[in-house]
T-cell receptor
Framework: DQQVKQNSPSLSVQEGRISILNCDYT??????FLWYKKYPAEGPTFLIS?????DKNEDGRFTVFLNKSAKHLSLHIVPSQPGDSAVYFC??????????????FGSGTQLTVLP | SQTIHQWPATLVQPVGSPLSLECTVE??????LYWYRQAAGRGLQLLFY??????ISSEVPQNLSASRPQDRQFILSSKKLLLSDSGFYLC????????????FGSGTRLTVV
């Protein structure tokens, strides 16, 4: 049962244009969402997050949108740069009493920004 | 500042051999610790997490085990590796409260041959 889904395994975008990465989730108990960026042979690094009480969070070129009714979030990168080429993971979190808050990850989307 | 160390970076092991991957965190106390695996072409799968010394929770039944002998040390082990254990193993930590994001180590590429 995949609770966090990234249906596009890959995305190619021209440099300077907008990159839109999508993520869907099924568990309505998720209340915090994150995006991570991963280069080959490295650990993922945190990019941006959003709480379920918000519908938008912006940080420089990166904006995350959350649509709770559709259980959908997206990451917008504007303008896209070649250095943005990486695998992007969507992750979701929910509170668990008596245990560590865990992140559930999607399968990732490989973004390639073409010069 | 907090840092997380994971080693080795790469490992090639024969089927049936044992495994020990180590992860240590510096600059924090009582972190929550996690082991994830990224199999080829797949996402990040949570294997184990720990909220304190000697406390291990397993998410997926498998050929692996984890231990936390010290507050900032998390070890992933296997007595006999299988071919299906190949993958990219990531250790991560987070504080027990507040920030919900993880900080990941640089990962270990394990190839079982």
């Amino acid at each position: 049962d995949q609770q966090v889904k990234q249906n596009s395994p890959s995305l190619s975008v021209q440099e300077g244009r907008i990159s839109i990465l999508n993520c869907d989730y099924t568990n309505s108990m998720f209340d915090y969402f994150l995006w991570y960026k991963k280069y080959p042979a490295e650990g993922p690094t945190f990019l941006i997050s959003i709480s379920s009480i918000k519908d938008k969070n912006e940080d420089g070129r990166f904006t995350v949108f959350l649509n709770k009714s559709a259980k959908h979030l997206s990451l917008h990168i504007v303008p896209s740069q070649p250095g943005d080429s990486a695998v992007y993971f969507c992750a979701a979190s929910k509170g668990n009493s008596g245990s560590a808050r865990q992140l559930t990850f999607g399968s990732g989307t490989q973004l390639t920004v073409l010069p | 500042s907090q840092t997380i160390h994971q080693w080795p970076a790469t490992l090639v092991q024969p089927v049936g051999s044992p495994l020990s991957l180590e992860c240590t965190v510096e600059g924090t106390s009582n972190p929550n610790l996690y082991w994830y695996r990224q199999a080829a072409g797949r996402g990040l799968q949570l294997l184990f997490y720990s909220v304190g010394i000697g406390q291990i929770s397993s998410e997926v039944p498998q050929n692996l085990s984890a231990s936390r002998p010290q507050d900032r040390q998390f070890i992933l082990s296997s007595k006999k590796l299988l071919l299906s254990d190949s993958g990219f193993y990531l250790c991560a930590w987070r504080q027990g409260r507040g920030d919900y994001g993880y900080t990941f180590g640089s990962g270990t590429r394990l190839t079982v041959v």
